[in-house]
């Protein structure tokens, strides 16, 4: 019997981009899309939409942003809203996901060492942190 492979999309939440990334199950790597702008947390919905459109996944994953000592922040709150938003508009499982580190980690695989880096590389480390959170829960 085989395993059906299932599509996932991963989202790196933030107040003014979201780093988007998919992956999938046979082979439990993910791979870096894009990144989406937000305003205070509230994407171009428009843009999600065709990204849920084009790839069609199963289930959506979604970063959660926690303080080091497992408390939450006012980010983690805007990240629950935009999960909840995506699971009632699209209709698809969403799972939230502890992301500390993943942004770090992303700067690190991407050898960006500059403590303010370039908008292009914004959307790269965006984009790679997504990639990274959705790695973490497809090999768990």
């Given at each position: 019997m085989h395993a059906k492979e299932q599509k996932i999309l991963g989202f790196d939440f933030g107040m003014k981009y979201i780093g988007v990334a998919v992956g999938q199950t046979i082979t439990k790597t993910a791979t870096p899309l894009c990144s989406i702008t937000a305003v205070n947390g509230i994407p171009n919905w428009d843009q999600i939409?065709?990204?849920?459109?084009?790839?069609?996944?199963?289930?959506?994953?979604?970063?959660?942003?926690l303080n080091m000592d497992d408390s939450t922040q006012h980010l983690t709150f805007c990240a629950v809203k935009f999960a909840n938003r995506l699971r009632n508009k699209y209709k698809v499982p969403v799972e939230l996901v502890d992301e500390r580190l993943s942004t770090w980690e992303a700067k690190q695989r991407l050898f960006i060492k500059d403590a303010r880096p370039t908008a292009s590389e914004l959307t790269e480390v965006n984009a790679t942190a997504a990639a990274i959170l959705l790695e973490q829960w497809l090999q768990q």
């Open positions: 939409t065709q990204l849920i459109q084009d790839w069609q996944p199963q289930t959506i994953i979604v970063g959660k942003p």
